[in-house]
């Protein structure tokens, strides 16, 4: 449930801190007080539109906070632990927007978006001003209405994953659909980029290997000159290795009298050993070592058409090879398309079958539980005055199997409105088309009664629910008001007596100039204040006994319909 309201710099508000409480919480006041600018940050906080006018006259900014306290539903739950929000019982909303555009949302600390704040709320708050009631009557979201009443979604998942093998099908079938002569010129390009990689007989790393033999063929004098050098070095007029076997000699001659020399001894063996070993392969290599003229022409062709396939089909051969692979797939797949055209046909004329049993089957559930919805909707427009209304929920004509491709949605197949009538004799007719203002009010208000069984929002707000209602009817209102806030909290703002005197708790919206300053402030009503705004909105003499005494009496007579709920 909302806790409290912070405002700050918004319209006439400086600072205005409001505490709600449970149930039904109702917010008077004298016209032009401040009530829809109370709506209107509300409104901002849990994500509506920017309004720049609405930022307080010589201020730069705006800034609005929601605190909401446990029960929270799953969604929210879910939610807040998918933006990675840290909660426990409570959900501090705060939203910030300045005169040059920059806009900061942040719950509990962490910052989010526009989108995402939306998608929180809208599991926390259910807010209804005076216009926001036409979205109820809209037929496109009828169908939506309805299906809020339906028990067993897991119909609607499964029509969900079988709409979704249908796409996977349906997207196969029109790639497979490609015109005959596009997919003749596909094949002549996929064989000869198959041919022209198969040809090459391409091996991983044969790139680098060959050119490195082409480097070494290039320096081949360098390196024939290195090698004789070095093997002069060694084994020469002047030989390494005669020179170590002399030195081996003299030590070993005198190694008896000298531990350390008999270790050095074995060193001049070992390096001796080594350098016969380094010497032989130097002359193999010596051996070998020649320049071939018609090998380096190989090596270089050979290097020019690996090149040349890199710049074609990939920057490796590797990835040369992995290309090869995908196009010798989509080559088989354009040539065995006939058969997987028929293959595919089939497989979708199957699942269009249990599709079509299953969108019958959530016609069913809706016809049935429109029934039942069309008793509840007349049942609460007879307790608002309205008996004589006529109601029923309108279906399109169900498709046959050949058409019902045509005519899948997201969510069947179904189209619904709402028809009314408001007077005996008249026919019925779409409720969007006919309703007056005052109708559509306490339709609203009526629907949001059955809708409150279904509903795991905790706060509703109704901003001037009682626009062109007086009367008995006014108080026929705040029973529905108390009906829902039987179970959910109820934000309303009001002009009628009858919803004051039905409120649990009673906030009054004043305004007064302080320093030519004008500010705007929310004070909870204590019993004798609140029968006193009683007897105000029931035009009485203020103070005046007679005037009290109305109030009392309209006061109790609430408290009395509350008891038996």
């Given at each position: ?13 400086d ?6 409480l449970?149930k ?12 829809s600018i109370?709506?209107?940050?509300l409104?901002f906080v849990v994500?509506g ?11 730069t ?8 306290l446990t029960?929270f539903?799953e ?5 807040m632990?998918?933006?990675d929000?840290?909660?426990d ?6 939203r ?6 920059k806009?900061d949302?942040?719950v509990?600390g ?5 989108s995402m704040l939306k998608?929180?709320t809208?599991?926390l708050i ?7 009631h ?8 009828h169908l ?6 339906i028990k ?12 979704s ?13 490609g ?6 010129r596909?094949l002549?390009?996929?064989?000869y ?18 050119q490195?033999?082409k480097?070494?063929?290039?320096n081949?004098?360098?390196i024939?000159?290195s090698?004789?050098?070095a093997?002069s070095?060694?084994?020469?007029q002047t030989?390494i ?6 030195s081996?000699?003299?030590?070993n001659n ?14 001049l063996q070992n390096?001796k050993?080594?350098?016969i070993?380094i010497?032989?392969?130097?002359k ?5 070592s020649?320049f071939?003229q018609?090998?380096?022409d190989l090596?270089d062709?050979?290097l ?8 074609k089909?990939?920057?490796?051969i590797k990835?040369i090879?992995?290309f ?8 088989d797949?354009?040539t065995n ?15 269009l ?10 016609r ?6 429109s ?14 005055g309205?008996?004589?209304s006529?109601?029923?929920?309108e279906f399109n004509?169900?498709p ?11 969510t069947?197949?179904?189209e619904?409105?709402f028809?009314?009538?408001?007077n005996?004799g008249?026919?019925l007719k779409p409720?969007?088309e ?9 339709f ?5 009664n059955?809708l409150?069984?279904?509903?795991n929002?905790s706060s509703?707000?109704f901003d ?5 209602i007086?009367?008995d009817m006014?108080?026929?209102?705040a ?17 009628l ?5 039905m409120a649990d708790?009673n906030?009054k ?6 320093d030519?300053n004008t500010?705007?402030?929310?004070m ?8 006193n ?8 003499l203020?103070?005046?006994d007679?005037?009290?005494?109305h109030a ?5 007579r609430?408290?009395?319909y509350?008891?038996n709920?």
């Amino acid at each position: 449930m909302l806790k409290n309201l912070e405002i700050q710099n918004v319209a006439l508000i400086d600072n205005l801190n409001i505490e709600f409480l449970p149930k039904l919480n109702v917010l008077s006041g004298e016209t032009g007080a401040g009530k829809s600018i109370i709506i209107d940050a509300l409104n901002f906080v849990v994500g509506g539109k920017v309004l720049k006018s609405l930022i307080k006259q010589g201020q730069t900014f705006m800034k609005v906070k929601a605190m909401f306290l446990t029960p929270f539903s799953e969604n929210v739950k879910n939610l807040m632990n998918e933006y990675d929000i840290e909660f426990d019982n409570e959900i501090l909303i705060s939203r910030k927007a300045t005169v040059d555009g920059k806009n900061d949302i942040k719950v509990n600390g962490v910052t989010i978006t526009t989108s995402m704040l939306k998608n929180l709320t809208s599991f926390l708050i259910d807010i209804h001003g005076q216009h926001e009631h036409q979205h109820l009557l809209k037929d496109k979201y009828h169908l939506e209405i309805i299906d809020s009443f339906i028990k067993e979604k897991d119909l609607f998942v499964k029509y969900q994953d079988k709409l979704s093998t249908l796409k996977e099908v349906q997207l196969k079938i029109k790639k497979l659909n490609g015109s005959t002569e596009n997919q003749e010129r596909m094949l002549d390009l996929l064989s000869y980029q198959i041919n022209e990689i198969e040809d090459a007989k391409l091996i991983i790393g044969e790139d680098e290997e060959l050119q490195q033999k082409k480097v070494a063929m290039i320096n081949f004098e360098k390196i024939h000159d290195s090698i004789n050098s070095a093997i002069s070095e060694i084994d020469g007029q002047t030989s390494i290795i005669n020179g170590i076997k002399k030195s081996y000699n003299f030590l070993n001659n005198v190694s008896k009298f000298d531990s350390d020399l008999l270790s050095l001894t074995e060193r001049l063996q070992n390096s001796k050993f080594e350098l016969i070993d380094i010497l032989e392969i130097l002359k193999q290599k010596q051996s070998e070592s020649n320049f071939n003229q018609s090998e380096f022409d190989l090596i270089d062709e050979r290097l020019d058409k690996i090149k040349l396939l890199k710049k074609k089909y990939g920057s490796t051969i590797k990835e040369i090879l992995c290309f090869l692979e995908k196009i010798k797939t989509e080559y088989d797949t354009i040539t065995n398309s006939k058969d997987l055209l028929k293959k595919s046909l089939k497989e979708k004329e199957q699942i269009l079958n249990e599709l079509y049993e299953f969108a019958k089957e959530i016609r069913q559930k809706r016809e049935s539980v429109s029934k039942n919805f069309e008793q509840q909707v007349l049942k609460q427009l007879s307790d608002l005055g309205m008996k004589n209304s006529k109601f029923a929920v309108e279906f399109n004509k169900f498709p046959s199997l050949d058409n019902f491709e045509s005519n899948i949605t997201q969510t069947g197949c179904d189209e619904v409105r709402f028809l009314f009538s408001a007077n005996a004799g008249q026919s019925l007719k779409p409720l969007s088309e006919i309703i007056s203002g005052g109708e559509a009010s306490r339709f609203m208000l009526g629907l949001k009664n059955i809708l409150a069984e279904n509903d795991n929002i905790s706060s509703m707000v109704f901003d001037e629910i009682d626009t062109g209602i007086s009367g008995d009817m006014g108080y026929k209102v705040a029973c529905k008001l108390a009906n829902i806030a039987n179970k959910h909290q109820v934000m309303s703002v009001s002009h009628l007596p009858q919803i004051c005197a039905m409120a649990d708790n009673n906030i009054k919206i004043t305004k007064k100039v302080v320093d030519s300053n004008t500010i705007v402030e929310a004070m909870l009503l204590d019993e004798e204040s609140c029968l006193n705004e009683i007897s105000r909105l029931s035009g009485g003499l203020e103070n005046s006994d007679a005037s009290i005494n109305h109030a009392k009496e309209l006061r109790n007579r609430c408290l009395v319909y509350k008891n038996n709920l």
